[in-house]
């Protein structure tokens, strides 16, 4: 069963596959603007720890959670809000998590980040610096060795986390077993404060996918049409047996690493180029210019999410706070947290 079976009734916006550019928007629409409504929550004290978001990364992150199918693996980073929603995620599990609902996924134990529903091969992040490519990368080789389809195996990274370890001996590896995995990059230019002249030394991130023989892509990722095209083909690519795909979107983190840091450090020349674009912008005069979406259509589709994201606010701030003292403590691979209650 997928991830959508699994949630039945609570999905974030019906799939409209007849108008895959529609859908997308629609998705990157209500995580932009579940994120401003878990930004006004963490400001307003409902919201323990931190609230990561992902302004100006969802053209890039939703590419990827529509292009793959229900049996596949995907393993989103703190940045795929709108990802997520594509691959079958509802907004009241998203809102769960974060505000500690132990009907969520993670039954009240994580805050926004760590989610997901590993029996439905939507994996909760470990750990935003690389450690979810062999995750992801094991699984692929799990089901290889079990003889049952593969399917295909995506996850997400940052800049920064092209430099670690975890990022090296995963990718290598992958490439040497030609695994159906898709590692997209969002190169959003900065890894919390540091720029990427800090970080590494090769002209553009794509480089490195020739040294691991792998398929090395580069794409606008302010620009959903080039993201669903290229991305589209990266999976393509996997399923088709073509081995590891590497896919680096350029863009810019339109706020701050998490909602405690205002960014003032972000350099204005990259604001203003190309690189600093709002994709919900970009999307939506592609919408109206040339797809000939009426701008009025826009509007409801806006006025829906809103009242979708609202219901659900409502909906799992009712739901019973989590009993910690009677709490059965079991680690995260037993049935009850592979399978929580509904
Ligand atoms: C091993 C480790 N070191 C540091 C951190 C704290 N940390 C989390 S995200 C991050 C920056 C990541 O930058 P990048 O990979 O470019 O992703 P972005 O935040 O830009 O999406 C840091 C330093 C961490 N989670 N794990
Ligand atoms: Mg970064």
């Not at 500690?100 to 470990?126: C, F, I, T, W």
């Not at 389809?149 to 092209?162: E, L, N, P, Q, Y």
């Not at 589709?301 to 799992?316: N, P, S, T």
Request: proline share 4%; hydrophobic share 40%.
């Amino acid at each position: 069963m997928g991830l959508r079976e699994a949630i039945q009734g609570e999905q974030a916006e019906p799939v409209d596959s007849s108008d895959p550019i529609l859908a997308a928007y629609r998705w990157m629409l209500t995580a932009r603007l579940l994120d401003e409504r878990l930004a006004a929550m963490y400001r307003a004290g409902s919201i323990y720890g931190g609230v990561f978001l992902g302004k100006g990364q969802e053209a890039l992150s939703v590419a990827l959670g529509q292009a793959l199918c229900s049996s596949d693996i995907y393993a989103p980073l703190i940045r795929d809000g709108a990802g997520r929603l594509a691959f079958g995620e509802s907004i009241h599990d998203a809102l769960r998590n974060c505000l500690g609902s132990p009907k969520g996924p993670m039954q009240a134990r994580d805050g926004n980040v760590h989610r997901g529903r590993p029996k439905e091969g939507y994996l909760p992040m470990l750990s935003h610096l690389g450690a979810m490519i062999s995750v992801v990368g094991g699984m692929l080789m799990a089901r290889r060795i079990k003889g049952v389809s593969m399917g295909v195996g995506a996850t997400c990274i940052g800049d920064g986390g092209t430099s670690t370890g975890a990022f090296h001996e995963a990718i290598n590896l992958a490439a040497v077993e030609k695994l159906p995995l898709v590692i997209v990059v969002a190169n959003n230019h900065y890894a919390y404060s540091t720029p990427t002249s800090k970080q590494f030394a090769c002209d553009s991130l794509v480089d490195k996918a020739i040294g691991y023989g792998v398929e090395g892509h580069c794409v606008d990722g302010t620009d959903l049409i080039d993201c669903q095209k290229v991305i589209g083909k990266a999976v393509d690519n996997a399923r088709s047996g073509k081995g590891p795909q590497l896919v680096v979107g350029e863009l810019l983190r339109l706020c701050g690493h998490g909602e405690h840091d205002d960014a003032q450090y972000i350099d204005k020349a990259l604001k203003s180029s190309s690189k600093g674009r709002d994709c919900m912008e970009v999307a939506e005069n592609y919408l109206i210019s040339t797809h000939q979406v009426p701008a009025q259509q826009l509007i409801e589709i806006r006025d829906a999410a809103l009242q979708a994201i609202e219901v659900a606010v409502e909906a799992v701030s009712l739901e019973s706070p989590p009993q910690v003292v009677n709490y059965d403590w079991c680690a995260l691979a037993t049935r009850r947290l592979a399978d929580p209650p509904r």
